[in-house]
């Protein structure tokens, strides 16, 4: 069971998917979605990019994957935990210091991202609620994230 406060609720348009949140590997992460995530901005956020065997990626206020959150972005906290199917991970441009708010689920194993982005979470569960969203680079009327609360 997750420890109280880190547990992430997504309420989407295809259902709730539930985040274990894990500040003993990223506590600056944890603690920077969780501040997003209690001002309420991942409420009606799009899923952005979401490429088919690979990952569901949102948290841009854009809707374009061009944008963060008004505070500064984040230092890296790379990780030994692995990119599976169920992982969550901050995206971040070339620079590994510049993770914001966008963040990724995988669909499945992509080890090649391992060590270089920083793992902070795991679906505990609906994941088959991931599976659902719509694919596209840029997605075509895409899912969202309705609200997403932390318990």
């Known amino acids: 069971m997750a420890e109280a406060g880190n547990t992430l609720t997504l309420e989407t348009t295809k259902g709730p998917v539930v985040i274990k949140m894990r500040p003993d590997l990223a506590p600056g992460h944890v603690a920077h979605i969780s501040?997003?995530?209690?001002e309420g901005f991942y409420d009606g956020i799009v899923?952005?990019?979401?490429?088919?065997?690979?990952?569901?990626?949102?948290?841009?206020?854009?809707?374009?994957?061009?944008?963060?959150?008004?505070?500064?972005?984040?230092k890296a906290e790379f990780n030994s935990e692995p990119h599976v199917r169920g992982t969550c991970s901050m995206a971040r441009s070339s620079m590994p210091d510049s993770a914001n708010s966008q963040f990724f689920i995988c669909f499945g194993e992509s080890s090649f991202l391992n060590k270089q982005y920083t793992v902070w979470g795991e679906v505990t569960s609906g994941m088959e609620n991931v599976d659902k969203i719509k694919r596209g680079e840029p997605v075509r009327e895409p899912d969202k994230i309705v609200a997403a609360k932390m318990s």
């Open 47 to 74: 899923f952005h990019r979401v490429i088919e065997g690979f990952m569901a990626q949102t948290g841009c206020p854009q809707g374009t994957g061009t944008g963060g959150s008004k505070y500064p972005n984040i």
């Open 35 to 38: 501040k997003l995530v209690g």
